[in-house]
Each structure stands twice: as structure tokens, then as C-alpha cells.
């Protein structure tokens, strides 16, 4: 089975049930697929070959679903862009997924103007009305609706997300249609209920993770309703779930938070939500009771990365319960494995530990990605043996819950955005006034994480916080940018001069039962 198989089955059998809306715009089954034919068509006139990338630029869109469904029946990578990186950072990506077509939504004109001299010369540029491009409705409409005739399989690339890298740059994770269309299965038991067709869904999580593309293959899979939001606005979350048969929804913690806040959120109707689902942070037990109080449907919670096509963990609506009941300490934990998972925590030799032992924190499942496009030495870094490393470390109780205790990889998780600090002390580093710099994430309550910058400034030079944002606006995406900043004498280091972030990090985390977002 392949992505757009599941499309062309309700195009098929209920061709004028809603797919897709956003904004005033709804389109049906049947023309979602039609489109994604002729849009499939037009990638074959412009010679995307199998396996070349096509890329998307803009907030959520229709356009995003199409772009996914046509890269599926063409045999294409779809490349779903982070917007809010800085016109470098998406060059570096369009450059490294040597990406053949760009389709720019409204919006992204100045983001465009300034990506064009970086742009390789080859590239097909399609925009709605803007010039030196592909207009849209002109183009689309030259080719037919039919299904284009390439033969593609299951274990064949389908979707490459970037995620920061280690390194500084960030790295694309390759996953097949089988890592998708397992997920989508893994997800659905471990689900108390499937989703209907005829039933809604609202997308508030950006397409370019893999939250948000996950979730419009898993609801086009199901036959549902995806109601996709541009980007998150509480209210009109709120508004969604009443004026339509909105089932299921996920969002981070700190998306939960702010939908709690709306004025006259009591008065609300939300009979029909059945599921909420959340990950990236964990969520307090103060919040979660409010929550429940509040939506009166169930709760998941998700563990899982980029490199795993999402989640591999889950706790469940039992143990939601089970934790308000009088073990609230679940609510600290990951869950436990889904269905065909194997979740190992080993020490630096890479053996397994005992039970209750911190350990690096791997994953052996179908849903591992298939590597690092163009990264072999990173791939077989990670990937070994069918178990991935996923850079977290943390535990398994005698229940087989798992809890996360710190990041191997030094990574910051922020309002559901992985964040490398190296990316980001290499920018503050350029700064003139900077001596040495480490940054590092410290609990934050609405994001989990938050950044802090350490600097150590040259002799006589000062820095305060607004000159280091605003010189960090133009070079990195504003996620990144920390907030915070602590002007030190030194940063502490071991013998061979690595800086110890986990002394850093300490007075910042003690005393929490989990140490990391």
C-alpha cells in the first residue's frame, strides 16, 4: 500500500465527502485527488524524476496535502519547508535535498525575493501570481486529472523532514510510505477509538514536522475531515471543535495552555471530541485536570522524534486516569511502547542495563527512518542493527513505563521545535563581543524548554540581551534565538576543553522529577 492509495479509495467510494478546508475553502475527496493528479502530471512535464524532492514554502495549506498526495503518486520525496527558518537556512535545505521543483505559497514573497539568488539555476519555482515563476492556476490546469502512471513501492522515500543538526546543519530524515502508513496503524490501536469517516480532525501543528504530516496522512487514511489551520489561533480551535464534528486533535502542552485561557471557554460545547492527543513536553498535573474538566474526552500522550516517523510511546487514557488516581508520577513518564515496538536503554558500550538504570534510550520498529539523506557516516551513527539511537536518556521501570532524564545530543526541545545549542553558539559566536558561549534549555512553563545563553565577553566589551536578539533575527529562525543571558567570567570545562553543559544545566533542574522537557 502507498499514501495516495487511501485517497484514491474514498475519491472512489465517497467522492463528495470533505477532505480538506482551510479558511472558506473545502475541497472533496474526489477533487483533492484530482488535483493531486494534474499537480502530479505537472511534476512529470518538468522532469522530477523518482526519488528527486519537491518542496513546499508557506504556513499550513491545501496545497500542503496536494503536494504530499502527487510526490506519493509520482514516486517524489515531499520536502515540506520550515518557514520560520532564516532565508540561509531554507537555501542550505533546498541546496542539500537537491530539490527539483518549489512550490511558494502567498505569504512567503519577501522570503522568496531573498532566497533567489541562492537558488539553484535548474529549480522550477511555482507561486501564485509572482513573476520569474510557474503561476499556479495557469500551470495546473495543463495537464489532465488522470492518474499518472508510475510505479512506486512501499519501501521507496516519501517524506524528508529537516531537523537541526549536531553540527550546525540541519540534516534530512528520509522515512518510506511503509514508516508512514505504519505509524498511521500503530497510532490508530492505541487510539480507544478509530476515527470515522464523516468525522473532523483540525491540524493546528505546522506540515513541516512530523506532527502535522503524520496527522493529514493518518486522517486521509481514516476518510476524515482535515480542517487545517494556517497557523495555531486558540480561538479558532475552539470555534472548530463546535461548529464541526471535530473527533480528534493534537497539540503540545503549551497549545493546551492557551486554549484554556479563552474567555468563556466553560461555555463552550465539546461533545464531540473523543481524543486529545499531546507530546514534545510533558504536561502538569494542574493543567491536565483543567483539561479534563474542561473537554471530557481522553488524553494521550505521545513520545517520539523525526527519525522515528513520530511516536513510539504512549500513555494511555488508562493511565491518564490511573495517574490523577493517585500515581502521579505516570504523568512524568512517556508511556509505554506501541504495538510492534522494542524500546532498549543501554550504557555507552551500547549493552543493555537493568531496570530502573539510566541508559541511552534506543528504538527498534518499522517506523525507523530509512537514514540521513546524503549522511551514510550519520545514518550507521544512528542506525544500527534495526535499533535507532535516539539521543535521549532515561529509564524503564518494572511496569515498563518509560521516563526520560537528559539528552545525550544536547538538544532543546522548545514549544515542540528541536533546537541544537551548536547552531545557535555558532551565530553568537560572530559576535564581536563574545569570547566563549555555550547555551543550553532551562524549564520553561509555557515551552518545557527555554534557551539561555552563557557568554563570556572580550576584555572591556559588554552585551545585553536585546543586542544579542537582534543580531541573531536575520541569521537564524526566531525559535532559536535565546532570551536569556548570563554573562560569566568562564564556562566550566573538562580536561580535553569540552564545555560541561550538565554543570550549567543543574542548578536550573534540580529538584525536578524529570529533567528535561
Not at 490501536?189 to 506532527?211: K, N, Q
Not at 527519525?307 to 487514557?317: I, Q, Y
Not at 545514518?379 to 526520560?404: I, Q
Request: a negative charge; proline letters at 6%; one cysteine or more.
Amino acid at each position: 500500500m502507498l499514501v495516495h492509495h487511501y485517497l484514491e479509495f474514498y475519491a472512489r467510494n465517497t467522492p463528495d465527502s470533505p477532505c480538506f478546508s482551510h479558511h472558506e475553502t473545502t475541497m472533496s475527496y474526489r477533487e483533492v485527488n484530482d488535483v493531486a493528479n494534474q499537480l502530479g502530471n505537472g511534476f512529470l512535464n518538468l522532469g522530477v524524476q523518482k526519488e528527486q524532492r519537491v518542496a513546499i514554502l508557506g504556513e499550513n495549506s491545501i496545497e500542503h496535502g496536494l503536494l504530499f498526495m502527487a510526490a506519493s503518486k509520482v514516486g517524489a520525496v515531499a520536502v515540506p519547508l520550515n518557514y520560520r527558518l532564516a532565508p540561509a537556512e531554507l537555501a542550505f535545505i533546498i541546496g542539500d535535498s537537491n530539490t527539483r521543483a518549489l512550490l511558494v505559497l502567498a505569504g512567503m514573497e519577501t522570503t522568496l525575493d531573498a532566497l533567489r539568488p541562492q537558488l539553484p539555476p535548474d529549480i522550477a519555482i511555482i507561486t501564485a501570481n509572482q513573476p520569474d515563476s510557474l503561476h499556479w492556476d495557469d500551470w495546473i490546469a495543463r495537464f489532465a486529472a488522470t492518474s499518472p502512471s508510475v510505479e512506486v513501492d512501499k519501501d521507496e522515500p516519501f517524506l524528508q523532514l529537516y531537523t537541526s543538526g549536531t553540527t550546525g546543519n540541519p540534516k534530512g530524515v528520509v522515512t518510506s510510505h511503509f514508516n508512514v502508513l505504519q505509524l498511521t496503524m500503530m497510532n490508530i490501536i492505541a487510539t480507544p477509538r478509530r476515527p470515522d469517516a464523516g468525522t473532523a480532525g483540525i491540524l493546528c501543528a505546522p506540515m513541516f514536522h512530523i506532527g502535522g504530516a503524520g496527522s493529514v496522512v493518518a486522517s486521509i487514511y481514516n476518510g476524515q475531515h482535515t480542517l487545517l489551520h494556517r497557523v495555531f489561533d486558540p480561538v479558532q480551535v475552539l470555534d472548530d471543535m463546535e461548529r464541526y464534528p471535530v473527533t480528534s486533535i493534537f497539540m503540545v502542552p503549551a497549545m493546551i495552555m492557551a486554549v484554556l485561557q479563552v474567555p468563556g471557554i466553560e461555555q463552550r460545547d465539546f461533545s464531540k471530541l473523543e481524543t486529545m492527543f499531546y507530546g514534545a513536553s510533558p504536561i502538569s498535573e494542574t493543567v491536565l485536570r483543567r483539561a479534563i474538566e474542561v473537554f471530557k474526552c481522553e488524553f494521550i500522550q505521545m513520545y517520539g522524534m523525526t527519525e522515528t516517523t513520530g511516536t513510539v510511546a504512549t500513555l494511555s487514557p488508562g493511565d491518564h486516569r490511573r495517574a490523577l488516581a493517585g500515581k502521579p508520577e505516570l504523568l512524568r513518564s512517556c508511556g509505554r511502547p506501541s504495538v510492534g515496538v522494542e524500546i532498549s536503554i543501554v550504557d555507552t558500550a551500547g549493552n543493555e542495563v537493568d531496570t530502573g538504570e539510566v541508559g541511552e534510550i534506543r528504538v527498534k520498529s518499522d517506523t525507523n527512518m530509512l537514514c540521513y539523506y546524503n549522511l551514510p557516516e550519520a545514518t550507521a551513527a544512528n542506525l544500527t542493527d534495526g535499533w535507532l539511537h535516539t539521543g535521549d536518556a532515561g529509564y524503564v521501570d518494572d511496569e515498563g513505563y518509560l521516563y526520560l532524564k537528559d539528552r545525550i545530543k544536547d538538544m532543546v526541545v522548545s514549544g515542540g521545535e528541536n533546537i541544537y545549542p551548536v547552531e545557535v553558539e555558532n551565530t553568537l559566536a560572530k559576535l564581536e563581543v563574545v569570547a566563549d558561549v555555550a547555551v543550553i534549555g532551562v524549564p520553561d512553563e509555557k515551552f518545557g524548554e527555554a534557551l539561555l545563553a552563557f557568554v563570556v565577553t572580550k576584555p572591556g566589551m559588554t552585551l545585553i540581551v536585546e543586542e544579542m536578539v537582534e543580531f541573531c533575527r536575520d541569521k537564524i529562525a526566531g525559535y532559536k534565538i535565546p532570551r536569556q543571558l548570563q554573562i560569566v567570567e568562564e564556562l566550566p570545562r573538562n580536561p580535553s576543553g569540552k564545555i560541561l553543559k550538565k554543570i550549567l544545566r543543574q542548578p536550573y533542574w534540580e529538584n525536578r522529577d524529570r529533567d528535561i522537557g
